[in-house]
């Protein structure tokens, strides 16, 4: 059983910058593959960011150049660092993890574990 905990969600103006965290923790090795996923009101959930066992990341073709996933083992925490933000990028963001794979896909259905999520509003 892994638990995740996001933070650093908030209100911020278009071209705005902010830092997620999420803690994870609860599986004998920690350094299973990650990713930050999104879900808007009305939408489904989408995958943004994914790093893999070996660092390897990839990112949803919205996001690439202005968001950069990474990783510490040491303190069990997975970032997400946006910048650019824009009201497009408005939702609520979760981190998940895959452990027992070594591989981060962008499709969410391949996560078991998942944290209660961390709200990000951008204003126009």
């Known amino acids: 059983q892994v638990q995740l905990v996001e933070s650093g969600g908030g209100s911020v103006q278009a071209g705005g910058s902010l830092r997620l965290s999420c803690v994870h923790d609860?599986?004998?090795?920690?350094?299973?593959?990650l990713g930050w996923f999104r879900q808007a009101l009305g939408k489904e959930r989408e995958g943004v960011a994914t790093?893999?066992?070996?660092?390897?990341?990839n990112y949803a073709d919205s996001v690439t150049g202005r968001f950069t996933i990474s990783r510490d083992n040491a303190k069990n925490t997975l970032y997400l660092e946006m910048n650019g933000l824009k009201p497009e990028d408005t939702a609520m963001y979760y981190c998940?993890?895959?452990?027992?794979?070594?591989?981060?896909?962008?499709?969410?259905?391949?996560?078991?574990?998942w944290g209660q999520g961390t709200q990000v509003t951008v204003s126009s």
């Open positions: 609860g599986y004998t090795s920690t350094t299973y593959p």
């Open positions: 998940a993890a895959r452990p027992g794979f070594l591989s981060a896909p962008l499709d969410p259905s391949r996560y078991a574990y």
């Open positions: 790093i893999d066992s070996a660092d390897s990341t």
